[in-house]
Nanobody
Framework: QVQLVESGGGLVQAGDSLRLSCTAS????????RGWFRQAPGKEREFVAA????????TYSDSVKGRFTISRDNAKNTVYLQMTSLKPEDTAVYYC???????????????WGQGTQVTVSS
């Protein structure tokens, strides 16, 4: 059982930066891929970024590429999402998730955090 806890959300203005954290506990070795997803009001949850563990590979959605950076500190079992040049359309609940497989598909991730709200005002 993997437990994921996100933190770092908040209310910021357009153009600001914010860093989200996701700390894992439990059987983390079996779920080494970490992903960030987000869900805006009235919309489906969408993929944002993902990162592997041992050989660091990252991928991003087109909407955040060049503005967001995913990274991890394996010693702390923590994954980060550094968000820069934030836009109002980035407003959403951001979820951290864990998977045994490398994927951008939501269905591949079987452990989820509770989510953290990010609100970007114009």
């Amino acid at each position: 059982q993997v437990q994921l806890v996100e933190s770092g959300g908040g209310l910021v203005q357009a153009g600001d930066s914010l860093r989200l954290s996701c700390t894992a506990s439990g059987g983390t070795s079996s779920r080494s891929v970490r992903g960030w997803f987000r869900q805006a009001p009235g919309k489906e949850r969408e993929f944002v970024a993902a990162i592997t563990s041992s050989i660091i590979i990252t991928t991003y959605s087109d909407s955040v590429k060049g503005r967001f950076t995913i990274s991890r500190d394996n010693a702390k079992n923590t994954v980060y999402l550094q968000m820069t040049s934030l836009k109002p359309e980035d407003t959403a609940v951001y979820y951290c998730a864990a998977s045994a497989l490398w994927s951008v598909r939501e269905g591949t991730y079987d452990y989820w955090g509770q989510g953290t709200q990010v609100t970007v005002s114009s």
